[in-house]
């Protein structure tokens, strides 16, 4: 499926929040020695959340097509939608506000800042920080016209096999790549042992986000930015056969990251004003002066 396609609002914005996303993570991955958040404790939309999140997964894994990926990454890769200074490039990201989150007043920066500062908390290094707050940062995506399902989601290969690890697997039947030749056996374009760094990723803020910050920031902060919502490999280790031994090895700091991703959040507020001076000083250290979208 070409990304020129006219998608309806309907298909642009399934979800009503992209919180949805998280929550639903949460219940399929509820934090080790603590019960799964209870049903009654999720937002309460006046559709009910799974349907709008089965909804969401359905157009991924239709749209998430081999073609499409590469498309996107054609696009979105010449990074020549804005330039600015780091920290103007989060409150551009903080300009995504979603008034129909009834259950919170965190914005998009303070979300950042809950995981980082979790992260700085247990005394990690400080690329470790710097990754934690921004590894949302490719969510901008959705402020350039993306589709929900473009931007967030649990991401998987395209170009072979979908693996029935994946979430709402059944949807991929409605892919063309499923009854592709050329992409649907078990490694597709690929071969055994390839690596990942030879792998097409469905398209969405990981891959972009890496691809902006991957000349600054150590290997494995690259790797939790890029593969955190790879949920089918870090939780169900459905494409070890792709994966080669220094994925594996990298793999360690990817599970390392996901509490922070997934448990860190709370309804108390950062202090932003605060906290700015140490952030600014940390990008500063790691990253150019401006950051190109």
């Known amino acids: 499926m070409k990304p020129d396609k006219k998608y309806t609002p309907e298909e642009i914005a399934p979800l009503a929040s992209l919180e949805q996303w998280d929550e639903d993570l949460l219940e399929r991955y509820p934090e080790e020695g603590k019960p799964a958040k209870a049903k009654e404790e999720f937002r309460n939309y006046d559709s009910?959340?799974?349907?709008?999140?089965?909804?969401?997964?359905?157009?991924?894994?239709?749209?998430?097509?081999?073609?499409?990926?590469?498309?996107?990454?054609?696009?979105?890769?010449?990074?020549?939608?804005?330039?600015?200074?780091?920290?103007?490039?989060?409150?551009?990201?903080?300009?995504?506000?979603?008034?129909?989150d009834p259950d919170t007043d965190l914005d998009q920066l303070q979300h950042l800042m809950q995981t980082s500062e979790a992260i700085r908390a247990d005394g990690h290094p400080d690329w470790f920080v710097l990754t934690g707050f921004m590894h949302d940062m490719g969510k901008v995506l959705c402020l350039f016209g993306e589709p929900q399902w473009a931007v967030v989601g649990d991401t998987f290969p395209v170009g072979c096999k979908f693996s029935d690890k994946v979430v709402y697997p059944e949807f991929f039947a409605l892919n063309p790549d499923a009854t592709d030749e050329r992409y649907n056996t078990k490694y597709g374009v690929y071969s055994h042992g390839c690596g990942l760094k030879n792998v097409h990723m469905s398209w969405g803020h990981d891959e972009y986000l890496y691809q902006m910050m991957k000349d600054y920031l150590p290997e494995p902060a690259l790797y939790m930015i890029r593969y955190h919502s790879f949920y089918a490999q870090h939780r169900?280790?459905?494409?070890?056969?792709?994966?080669?031994?220094?994925?594996?090895?990298?793999?360690?700091?990817?599970?390392?990251?996901n509490p922070y991703d997934l448990y860190s959040k709370s309804p108390k507020p950062p202090v932003v004003k605060e906290l700015k001076p140490y952030y600014e000083d940390l990008m500063a250290k790691y990253l150019p002066g401006t950051l190109k979208l």
């Open 236 to 257: 169900e280790n459905a494409y070890d056969h792709l994966m080669d031994e220094h994925d594996r090895k990298m793999f360690d700091w990817v599970r390392k990251f």
């Open 48 to 100: 009910p959340q799974r349907d709008t999140v089965r909804e969401f997964y359905r157009l991924n894994h239709t749209y998430q097509t081999y073609d499409f990926v590469l498309e996107k990454e054609k696009e979105f890769l010449k990074f020549n939608k804005k330039e600015m200074p780091v920290w103007n490039a989060v409150e551009y990201l903080n300009t995504l506000i979603d008034d129909s």
